[in-house]
């Protein structure tokens, strides 16, 4: 089954400590992307890639790491997480950019405390 | 750069009525307009979208329509159904070489 998988789908922790948020997709899609969803804000772009090893910034790069060593994989790294980053975060991946269309993951609820 | 206002946040209709949501952008150069779709505690899915080249386009029951003059791109249901309930999300691209896609805050339909 063709999918963008994530994990954790929750995940609680304390400002600060590192974390990881997997995405892998199975559709030999070329652009993957993390967007974080917030009350009345919708959903913000945080990075994107188009290809292995090419990244760039969305809109809310601040306190965020990626990176796309495989072409399936694209974690998005915390490196010292802050209760502002409290989101619920998505992963998706494209073809072929974002004028074709996102499959999106289930979403990473992720708190800060 | 791209700044996408949607309108209105909530939306309420009887089943049977049809419910409009309104987009607006600022650049005039974006070129790529989908709308998403998210049910409750599930993940926003593409419904329909349009490109700067077509006027409108329209999938059974949804339509799109794009006004470039005034900037603004419109979501229309008729014959709402219950299965309709979500929250949706226009969003822009700006045909600048980078690939971002602007959201909107989101309409939730009732």
């Known amino acids: 089954e063709a999918q963008v998988t994530q994990n954790p789908r929750y995940l609680i922790t304390v400002t600060g400590k590192k974390l990881t948020v997997t995405c892998s997709q199975n559709m030999n899609h070329e652009y993957m992307s993390w967007y974080r969803q917030d009350p009345g804000l919708g959903l913000r772009q945080i990075y994107y890639s188009m290809n292995v090893e090419v990244t760039d910034k969305g809109d809310v790069p601040e306190g965020y790491k990626v990176s796309r060593k495989e072409k399936r994989n694209f974690p998005l790294i915390l490196e010292s997480p802050s209760p502002n980053q409290t989101s619920l975060y998505f992963c998706a991946s494209s073809l072929q950019g974002v004028v074709s269309p996102l499959h999106f993951g289930n979403g990473t609820r992720l708190t800060v405390t | 750069g791209e700044n996408v206002e949607q309108h209105p946040s909530t939306l309420s209709v009887q089943e049977g009525d049809s419910a409009v949501i309104k987009c607006t952008y600022s650049?005039?150069?974006?070129?790529?307009f989908p709308w998403y779709k998210q049910e409750l505690g599930k993940r926003p899915q593409l419904i329909i979208d349009i490109r700067s080249n077509v006027g409108e386009k329209k999938d059974q029951r949804i339509a799109v329509t794009l006004n470039k003059t005034a900037k603004h791109f419109s979501l229309h249901i008729t014959e709402t159904q219950p299965e309709d309930s979500a929250v949706y999300f226009c969003a822009a691209h700006l045909n600048t070489g980078f690939q971002k896609l602007v959201f909107g805050t989101g309409t939730r339909l009732l």
């Open positions: 650049d005039s150069a974006s070129n790529y």
